[in-house]
């Protein structure tokens, strides 16, 4: 069974920044690809950014330049850091892994992490 754990959400104010860290657990073969999602009130789950087994990197258009996706030190763990933050930042942001199972793939999401940007 494979965890996908996300921290370091919470309230900031615009132009400020926070880290998000997501860290994989269990039977893992191989990771394709880690992304960050978000999903605001009354919208749609959007990509974010992601990273993958090269560490290739993409963005959404709205946050290139204020986000990095990165890879920890610690196997399997990435961190979203958000600079200058703005209000419609403000969403539930999912961490989801893409990996390579005995058979197939699948994608693991995790139970998501409230970022609330205020003006």
């Known amino acids: 069974q494979v965890q996908v754990v996300e921290s370091g959400g919470g309230l900031v104010q615009a132009g400020g920044s926070l880290r998000l860290s997501c860290k994989l657990s269990?039977?893992?073969?191989?990771?394709?690809?880690m992304s960050w999602h978000r999903q605001a009130p009354g919208k749609q789950r959007e990509l974010v950014a992601a990273?993958?087994?090269?560490?290739?990197?993409n963005y959404t258009e709205s946050v290139k330049g204020r986000f990095s996706i990165a890879r920890g030190n610690a196997k399997n763990t990435v961190y979203l850091q958000m600079n200058s933050l703005k209000p419609e930042d403000t969403a539930v942001y999912y961490c989801?892994?893409?990996?390579?199972?005995?058979?197939?793939?699948?994608?693991?999401w995790g139970q998501g992490t409230q970022v609330t940007v205020s003006s």
């Open positions: 269990g039977r893992i073969l191989h990771v394709i690809t």
């Open positions: 989801n892994a893409h990996i390579v199972k005995l058979v197939g793939t699948e994608h693991y």
């Open positions: 990273i993958s087994s090269y560490d290739t990197t």
